[in-house]
Structure formats: structure tokens, C-alpha cells
């Protein structure tokens, strides 16, 4: 896999759910190749040659790269673990 950060990674990620977004919604010629020339920039990336392999490559890096709190940050936070509060509005 080539050197990436977190950031291009995300970025990647994003832009392909987003072109496949867009290419279910209203396809074209163009949105399906905006579709592959994304897929392409993720397992460029990646260093895959299929977009499930880079998919999964990606967030298994960013799953790497990120840091998550441990039950007992959590429970000192206030959080039980395991359960997300809503967010209300106000």
C-alpha cells in the first residue's frame, strides 16, 4: 500500500460513496465515469486493484489510525459502553 495519511484516505472514501451516490441516483456516461476514475484513485491509494479490497483496505487503516476511548475512559466520561446517547437539539 502506498504511504497515505488518514486524510487522503477519508477523502478517497468519500469521494467514491460519493460518485456512487450520485451514479445510482442519475446515471450517466459521465457520473459512471467520474464512478470509475474514483474507484481507480482508491485502489490507487490503497494499492488494490479491486474497489472492495481498497474499501476494505481504507477502513482498515482508519480503523488503525483511530483512536477510540477504552471502556473505562468511557465509563469515567460518564458513558456506558456500548450505547451512544442522541443528540437533542434545543
Not at 478517497?12 to 474507484?39: I, Q
Not at 482498515?60 to 468511557?74: M, N
Request: proline letters at 3%; a positive charge.
Amino acid at each position: 500500500m502506498l504511504f497515505s495519511t488518514a486524510v487522503s484516505l477519508r477523502q478517497a472514501l468519500s469521494r467514491y460513496a460519493e460518485a456512487v451516490l450520485e451514479d445510482e441516483r442519475h446515471s450517466t456516461p459521465e457520473s459512471a465515469r467520474v464512478r470509475k476514475d474514483r474507484a481507480d484513485a482508491l485502489c490507487a491509494i490503497t494499492g488494490t486493484t479491486e474497489v472492495a479490497s481498497a474499501i476494505h483496505a481504507a477502513t482498515t487503516v482508519l480503523g488503525c489510525a483511530v483512536q477510540r476511548p477504552d471502556s473505562k475512559q468511557r465509563l469515567r466520561a460518564g458513558r456506558t459502553p456500548g450505547v451512544e446517547r442522541a443528540r437533542v437539539s434545543r
